[in-house]
Every structure is written in C-alpha cells, then in structure tokens.
C-alpha cells in the first residue's frame, strides 16, 4: 500500500502535534507464546482509528520483538507512514532500502539493554553514520537520528545531513518516576533548549521514550516539537482501557497541552 509522507508541513508552528504509536511490545507479547496473536499490524490498524499519525516498529539486530515478516506486513497493509527504527549496520540498511519506509530513525543498539538506553553519539560517530544517512537519503527515505539533547549532537545531526532529530525523552521521564522534581525540572529544561535549537538548525524535531500520561503534557507544549513517538506505555495501558482508548487519551492530552501553548 502507498505510504502517507509523514512529512511536516511546518517545523512546530501549527498545533497539531504528530503522534507515533510504537508497537513492539505488540511483538513482545506475541513472542512470549510465540504464534500470532496479537498481531502488531491489527494493532497498528486500531492505532490508525484512534488517531495515530504514524507507527514505529523497531527491528532489532536479535529480532526480541519486531520480526522482518512484521516489516514486510506493515509497509503492505498500513497506510499511515512507518518510522522504521534501527541500528546503523548493513544487514538494517539493506532491509531498509528494500521496503523503503517514510522514515527511518537510527538508534544506538546493544544486545544486553532491555530498551534504547541513551542517544545515538553522532558526534563521536560521525565517521561511519554519514553514509546510512547518504544512502537512506538517496532513496527518498527520511532519516531521523536518535540523540540526547545536547547542542553538540544536534550540530553533529545537522552537519551529516539527517532531515529529523528524535530527542531522548528518558532522563525527564525517569526523574517523573523517581519523584525528583528538580532534577525533572532540569531535565524539561534540557528538552526545550535542544528543541528550539534543533528547530533553528533547520532540523525536524520529535521525542520519545518512556513518556506516559503523567509525563507527556509538558513535552507536547515544546512549540518546536512536532512528533512523540510512544510505544510502551501506551500497549501496557491497552491491558486495562484497551488499545484504542490508550491511544485517544494520550492523544487528548497532547492536543489539549498543544492548545494551552497556542492559547497562552
Ligand atoms: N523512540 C525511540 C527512538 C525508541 O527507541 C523508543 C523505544 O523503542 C521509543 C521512542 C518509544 O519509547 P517507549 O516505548 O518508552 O514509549
């Protein structure tokens, strides 16, 4: 099926705030019977209704969650645009080319994490991330980079040529849970400086990672964001509300937090 460009048509500007439902641990509850059931492209249909975006699937070097088929049935069933999530390594870079995603977000990956624990260093690795990002690029793929927010990984973002930064919403959000509201405070700060400096290098910006319902409103009022993708949170949710009305609720609150900043 034709993919939706999940392009933006502005960097921040209008109020509606692009939502990204992750779906692996879709996958993940799949895999722990194996079979099909539940089945991450139904997921990603109900998401679609509820108001979803797009839909992000990490396939992962040791494929825990998302499998290749579980690739192949999205770009062939969905309509929304597909944030392929990925690590910068052949084998995913020739998956990529051959389904051709809207997106395709570059992450760091390590065996041994239970999720993507920090941000992509692009400064560090520049060295052998310009040419993922050349090659997706050249096939009309969006390259989104997964990164903390720190002026010096934007920059680095900017100078290889990515069209979208994702920031990593972790910090801010483990703060949330700890009850350490200081150091949350440091960490919002952090993401509204990145955001407006990212926005200014011309950059996209999104963010993600471990954003819940009690953590994502003062995210989705950063004017300059304009995508969250949120995966885990909102499938836990799905087992007490269901998938559908997990997905609406978040939605609500980031429309409604979008609002109070174009109001304010
Ligand atoms: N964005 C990126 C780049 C991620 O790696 C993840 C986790 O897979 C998410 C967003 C979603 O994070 P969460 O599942 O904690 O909502």
């Known amino acids: 099926m034709t993919q939706h460009n999940g392009t933006a048509s502005h960097n921040g500007t209008s109020g509606h705030l692009r939502l990204g439902v992750n779906i692996d641990h879709v996958a993940t509850i799949r895999n722990a019977r194996g079979g099909r059931h539940p089945d991450p492209v139904r997921a990603a249909h109900l998401a679609a209704e509820a108001g979803a975006d797009g839909i992000t699937a990490h396939l992962r070097e040791d494929r825990r969650h998302i499998s290749d088929d579980d690739i192949t049935m999205l770009m ?26 809207n997106a395709c977000c570059l992450v760091p990956e390590k065996r041994e994490e239970l999720t993507t624990e920090g941000g992509l260093d692009v400064a560090g690795g520049h060295n052998h991330l310009t040419p993922y990002v050349a090659r997706l690029r ?8 997964f990164v903390d927010p720190d002026e010096t990984q934007l920059n680095a973002a900017r100078s290889i040529d990515a069209d979208i930064v ?76 269901g998938l559908a009305q997990s997905i609406r609720n978040m939605r609500n609150l980031m429309d409604g937090a979008r609002a109070n900043r174009v109001d304010a």
């Open 76 to 101: 062939d069933e969905i309509s929304l645009p597909l944030n392929l999530e990925m690590a910068a390594t052949e084998e995913m870079l020739e998956i990529a080319l051959k389904h051709r995603p």
């Open 138 to 145: 050249d096939a009309g793929i969006r390259v989104s980079l």
């Open 166 to 241: 994702e920031l990593h919403a972790g910090a801010y959000c483990e703060s949330c849970i700890d009850g350490d509201h200081e150091a949350a405070d440091v960490e919002l700060d952090r993401l509204r400086r990145a955001s407006g400096f990212a926005a200014d290098l011309g950059l996209e910006v999104h963010a993600g990672h471990g954003l819940t319902f009690d953590t994502v409103e003062p995210v989705a009022a950063i004017p300059q964001l304009v995508e969250l993708n949120i995966g885990h949170f909102l499938v836990g949710e799905a087992i007490y509300v």
